[in-house]
């Protein structure tokens, strides 16, 4: 016996307009307050839908600020720096709010934030970039791939260190390996700004 798929529930706000009442997205009304969520793992389409709202909201005003709230495991590298770059060519800032996990690649978005903010349980993890797929293939092939992970490592641990202040060095120390930072320890190391309790 199969059972039955639901689908996500997605909640929704009513709204009274001349033509009576209708029925939004909620993700609709918090975009109409210059809010955005990165939930989930970063990949190409929700890298994409973010890009693309950032933008509305830059030609809508170019000066107004952006939240974006993070909880993320973070995700693919190059759908990561394409978020980060956009962000970095805002005129309007963009205040980053993690709640939960700010991970990986979604660690390097949050610190980039023009103001970052953490929830007193949340937590930030750095680390180098992975490896995806299998490794496998002739040795220059391989050796290729390797290379190809030193310079994608230099250029987030240069991105980590502009945002943090922290040394290169310091920043290559920490992401040997997974490192997490509580709310408060991120905020000392430089990870982030504040710790709030509301929002």
Same mark, same amino acid.
């Given at each position: +016996?199969?059972?039955?798929?639901?689908?996500? %529930?997605?909640?929704?706000?009513?709204?009274?307009?001349?033509?009576? $009442?209708? /029925?939004?997205?909620?993700?609709?009304?918090?975009?109409?307050?210059?809010?955005?969520?990165?939930?989930?793992?970063?990949?190409?389409?929700?890298?994409?839908?973010?890009?693309?709202?950032?933008? %509305?909201?830059? /030609?809508?005003?170019?000066?107004?600020? $952006?939240?974006?709230?993070?909880n993320s495991p973070g995700g693919e590298v190059q759908s990561?720096?394409?978020? %980060?770059?956009?962000?970095?060519?805002?005129?309007?800032?963009?205040?980053?709010?993690?709640?939960? +996990?700010?991970?990986?690649?979604?660690?390097?978005?949050?610190?980039?934030?023009?103001?970052?903010?953490?929830?007193?349980?949340?937590?930030?993890? $750095?680390?180098?970039?992975?490896?995806?797929?299998?490794?496998?293939?002739?040795?220059?092939?391989?050796?290729?791939?390797?290379?190809?992970? +030193?310079?994608?490592?230099?250029?987030?641990?240069? =991105?980590?260190?502009?945002?943090t202040g922290m040394t290169l060095e310091r920043v290559f120390e920490?992401?040997?390996?997974?490192?997490?930072?509580?709310?408060?320890?991120?905020?000392?190391?430089?990870?982030?700004?504040? =710790?709030?309790?509301?929002?």
């Amino acid at each position: +016996m199969s059972e039955a798929i639901y689908p996500l %529930y997605q909640p929704q706000v009513l709204q009274e307009t001349c033509e009576g $009442i209708c /029925r939004l997205d909620v993700r609709d009304q918090m975009l109409a307050n210059r809010e955005l969520e990165l939930c989930g793992p970063i990949d190409a389409e929700s890298a994409a839908i973010l890009i693309r709202s950032l933008l %509305y909201l830059q /030609r809508a005003d170019a000066v107004a600020p $952006i939240k974006m709230f993070i909880n993320s495991p973070g995700g693919e590298v190059q759908s990561g720096l394409a978020l %980060y770059d956009v962000m970095q060519t805002l005129s309007c800032p963009v205040t980053t709010i993690c709640l939960g +996990m700010a991970a990986s690649m979604a660690a390097l978005v949050f610190v980039s934030g023009a103001r970052r903010e953490m929830l007193p349980h949340s937590r930030v993890m $750095i680390h180098d970039p992975l490896i995806g797929g299998g490794l496998g293939g002739s040795a220059l092939s391989v050796k290729a791939r390797a290379d190809d992970l +030193m310079r994608i490592r230099d250029i987030t641990g240069e =991105v980590l260190a502009r945002h943090t202040g922290m040394t290169l060095e310091r920043v290559f120390e920490l992401t040997a390996q997974d490192t997490y930072f509580e709310a408060e320890a991120a905020v000392e190391a430089g990870l982030a700004d504040a =710790v709030v309790a509301s929002l």
